[in-house]
């Protein structure tokens, strides 16, 4: 990706995908992950460097971008959970018995 061409272009680039289809992306870029740590902790373990290179040239450890990822998931779980709240209008984890969104 060029950068300086397109420097929002991950804030612009599944503009027309269909939900179906980032699912899709998701999907698969999952299971490449999980291969590329199955085969990074088969060779070594998470101390290792990253085979990736910051824009300032460092190389996070494996851990380290195990422990961002976690962060980063947690953080946009909380962001549906309010999503979510604010549209069916209950709160916490599970449903309480007999539980009806109310009508919008």
Request: hydrophobic share 35%.
């Amino acid at each position: 990706m060029d950068w300086g061409v397109e420097p929002d272009w991950e804030w612009s680039s599944a503009a027309g995908d269909t939900p179906e289809r980032l699912y899709t992306l998701w999907t698969e870029a999952v299971r490449r992950s999980r291969a590329n740590l199955r085969e990074v902790l088969a060779e070594s373990d998470a101390g290792r460097l990253a085979a990736f290179t910051t824009r300032d040239g460092r190389s996070p450890s494996v851990r380290r971008l195990l422990v961002d990822l976690i962060e980063e998931y947690a953080r946009h779980v909380g962001h549906a959970d309010l999503i979510r709240e604010s549209v069916d209008g209950r709160a916490g984890e599970d449903p309480p018995e007999g539980f009806r969104p109310r009508a919008t």
